[in-house]
């Protein structure tokens, strides 16, 4: 980065990083090309913090301090000019690869739901949120890849990463969701098992609980499979750090549906040598290939078939 100002935005910006997300960070900076390092972080870095306002303290409190943020934003947008120094590299950043405004907005506006979240009644409730929020936090991350949002392909590619990812995200934090009052899995996936809130609250281990955590570690695998045809729509050079990211929510996935109800006491975390051996895969030659062998568990087949194992892990909106 030329400029003193933006080497120091960035630098705040690596720093936040190495806080927040280590694992996520130390992979941006094994597995992705030098020139993309600072603007796949500064996304992250800006969608992390805003996330992070949204996610403490009271209704009020969240509410107050997100309005201001994102006012904040909109005025930096306006302007073309901040004194955050996060703000200020994502500004920077958006600039140079011309990321699309809706994006941004899309983002903001999708943020907002998560301020007082009601749950889902359905899947379609689901799949508006992943639509409104989730989808718009990987173009603004991941998404930068591509100069101007890429073609309407490659953002409908990562929209299976964007659901497989937050499908992942709901299981590996389910424990930590219920303390705080919040249920991410639709009521419709409930009543299909033959299980209540209760059951949850309380650790079930019944038959039913497992048998929905399965099915819904399942529909998260296969999309997972579906996204492998994003390396179609990737130059090489980012090929690492996309099959580190899919292989990472493999193998989460794989960890809920082992530890079965007690997912909803602890939340599933990642397996730090498991993960190295990921790293080292996603770093051989031409390992992410979309039609290369995907990922499997030992003892599996494809898609749903996995769910006769397990692995997972919670919160890695920053290894992607």
């Known amino acids: 980065m030329r400029g003193s100002e933006a080497r120091a935005d960035y ?19 094994l597995l ?16 992390s913090f805003t996330d992070d306002l949204c996610d403490r303290g009271t209704v009020a409190e969240r509410t107050r301090r997100f309005d201001a943020w994102a006012g904040q934003i909109r005025a930096a947008l306006d302007s073309g000019t901040t004194r955050h120094p996060l703000l200020r590299a994502f500004l920077h950043t ?14 903001l506006d999708g943020a907002r739901i998560d301020l007082d979240f009601p749950g889902f009644a359905t899947e379609a409730d689901y799949q508006t949120y992943v639509d409104r929020l989730t989808w718009p936090f990987l173009m603004i991350t991941t998404g930068l890849a591509q100069p101007g949002g890429g073609t309407e392909q490659f953002a409908r590619s990562c929209r299976l990463v964007a659901d497989a990812g937050q499908r992942t995200d709901i299981l590996t934090d389910l424990a930590e969701d219920l303390r705080d009052g919040r249920l991410y899995l639709p009521l419709d996936a409930l009543a299909q098992h033959g299980v209540t809130r209760a059951d949850l609250d309380a650790g079930s281990e019944a038959p039913g609980v497992r048998a929905l955590l399965a099915d819904a570690a399942g529909k998260a695998h296969d ?23 899919l292989d990472l929510h493999h193998q989460r996935l794989e960890t809920v549906v082992a530890m079965g109800g007690a997912v909803t006491r602890r ?13 080292a895969r996603a770093r051989r030659p031409r390992a992410g290939r979309g039609h290369a062998p995907e990922y499997r568990p030992a003892g599996s087949t494809a898609g749903s078939a996995v769910l006769s194992t397990g692995e997972g892990t919670g919160d890695e909106r920053a290894a992607a």
Not at 11 to 26: H, I, N, S, T, W
Not at 32 to 47: D, I, K, M, S
Not at 267 to 279: G, I, S, T, Y
């Open 11 to 29: 630098l705040k910006v690596a720093q936040f990083m190495q806080r927040r997300e280590p694992a996520g960070y130390a992979a941006v900076r």
């Open 32 to 47: 992705t090309p030098a020139h993309f390092q600072p603007h796949v972080l500064a996304g992250y870095a800006f969608a």
């Open 267 to 279: 939340p599933a975390r990642d397996n730090p040598v498991a993960c190295l051996r990921l790293l």
């Open 94 to 107: 958006s600039g140079l690869r011309d990321l699309p405004r809706r994006w941004i907005e899309s983002y």
């Open 223 to 245: 999309t997972l499979h579906e996204a492998n045809r994003l390396f179609d729509e990737l130059s090489e050079e980012y090929w690492p750090l996309m099959r580190f990211v």
